[in-house]
């Protein structure tokens, strides 16, 4: 049975996300990764990027913001618009997007199809038409070297049913429920994107719940754990334990029952019940402080909920990150997760900078500028070279330290985030 997406899509003008292709002048709140994190997180399967730059100086500057959302999201992101090469093609793929979009409007464009889904691959490679007579024009070519369409007119949906063997993506406008669920049942349809998908982004996770009820074959997690496999408290409850999926900190206890177990599951969202009020108890919908699920895990004893989150703002009432900050006892420990010492270190120097403190090497370094840093960095990359000839071992190991800082002063100039560094490294 053929999969739907439910596909979100940003519009990218002048760096900032933008209301349509036609529509530059209002510009939507959110910047283009949060934006992506938000549709993410909301339950969607995809992301299209529309890259509505002019000029090649606004092409780059485009790039470096879908490379920025690509890193920002987990689901795939197809890249599109402003293509007229193959380096175009190769920059969309370098910079994180999945597939890449040729827009067949544009005639040089179409004579590209051959040779970037044989350089890149036909799975890499998606065609933007307007009309279904591109696509009987061009049905050989699209369905030997293309791997999905993406039907960017709101009106040619039908027009377009039929014609080729090539799954499409349809751009839709608002539209009731029933008519978006008749419209799923689409057979050559494979998703569906547009105002009808970003205007109800909050309620994906709804929908998709909806089309299981109809039927239609959505992207959904694997529900392994009923309510009735839970051993419930004496209030017919289950603990939850939350815990933030990036830096693994416990954030905060509270309690389910059935319905909140079963709209988290619906939702996507954590919803707990509220012992004190007696009710349901949507996270975040009155704060904003919203906890995205990703991933709900049962003890061995099937009695309590350990919840990995996406946290928005703070988990707790007071305006704390977590719940837990009243220390007890405890003995400090060093630390030995690298990435939190490094994300310590540069706190620190990103502190300075912001702080300067009298004295300060880092503030020196900072006050000298770009050129300064750089050359200290030069300097220190030599030394771990010439450490590593000596048969100390120690020697290398501090070296490696002094260009480690010197490389966090440049990443704190130059306003570079570790996330960023480690992002970028797993996806080679």
């Not at 003008?13 to 939507?28: C, L, N, P, R």
């Not at 992207?219 to 839970?230: A, C, H, L, M, S």
């Not at 490389?407 to 996806?427: D, F, H």
Request: glycine share 6%; aromatic share 8%; with cysteine.
């Amino acid at each position: 049975m053929n999969t739907k997406k439910l596909i979100p899509c940003i519009y990218l003008y002048q760096k900032h996300a933008v209301a349509g292709f036609s529509d530059h002048e209002t510009i939507i709140s959110k910047d283009p990764a949060e934006l992506a994190r938000f549709y993410a997180e909301s339950g969607a399967d995809e992301l299209i990027v529309f890259d509505l730059s002019d000029g090649d100086k606004e092409h780059e500057e485009a790039l470096d913001v879908i490379k920025e959302i690509c890193g920002s999201v987990e689901i795939p992101v197809i890249g599109a618009g402003n293509v007229k090469r193959m380096e175009d093609i190769k920059k969309l793929i370098y910079a994180g997007c999945k597939k890449a979009g040729l827009n067949y409007s544009n005639p040089e464009n179409i004579a590209l199809t051959q040779e970037v889904s044989l350089r890149f691959g036909r799975e890499k490679i998606v065609a933007c038409v307007e009309s279904g007579e591109i696509i009987e024009a061009q049905k050989i070519l699209l369905e030997t070297y293309v791997c999905e369409l993406i039907l960017v007119k709101e009106t040619i949906l039908k027009a377009c049913v039929g014609v080729s063997s090539v799954p499409f993506i349809a751009m839709l406008p608002e539209m009731t429920l029933d008519k978006l669920l008749d419209t799923l049942n689409y057979i050559d349809l494979c998703g569906v994107t547009g105002r009808v998908i970003n205007e109800n982004a909050k309620e994906i996770m709804a929908l998709k719940s909806l089309c299981v009820e109809r039927g239609i074959c959505v992207n959904t997690p694997g529900i392994q754990v009923k309510w009735e496999d839970f051993k419930k408290n004496s209030d017919g409850m289950v603990p939850v334990v939350v815990q933030d999926d990036q830096t693994d900190q416990v954030l905060m206890v509270a309690y389910m029952n059935r319905e909140a177990y079963e709209s988290t599951l619906k939702t996507g969202e954590m919803v707990y019940y509220s012992r004190s009020r007696q009710e349901l108890w949507h996270k975040g919908e009155t704060s904003g402080h919203v906890q995205y699920v990703k991933s709900l895990t049962a003890d061995c004893d099937m009695d309590t909920i350990l919840a990995r989150v996406s946290q928005v703002g703070a988990a707790c009432h007071t305006g704390n990150k977590s719940c837990f900050f009243n220390e007890i006892v405890g003995k400090k420990q060093p630390e030995e997760n690298p990435l939190k010492i490094f994300q310590s270190v540069l706190d620190v120097i990103r502190d300075r900078k912001l702080h300067p403190k009298e004295g300060s090497y880092t503030n020196y370094l900072f006050d000298k500028g770009i050129d300064k840093i750089l050359k200290k960095l030069g300097e220190e990359a030599t030394e771990i070279v010439i450490a590593a000839k000596n048969p100390n071992p120690n020697e290398i190991k501090y070296e490696i330290c002094d260009f480690l800082y010197h490389m966090m002063v440049l990443m704190a100039e130059r306003e570079i985030t570790w996330e960023e560094i480690t992002t970028e490294l797993a996806q080679r």
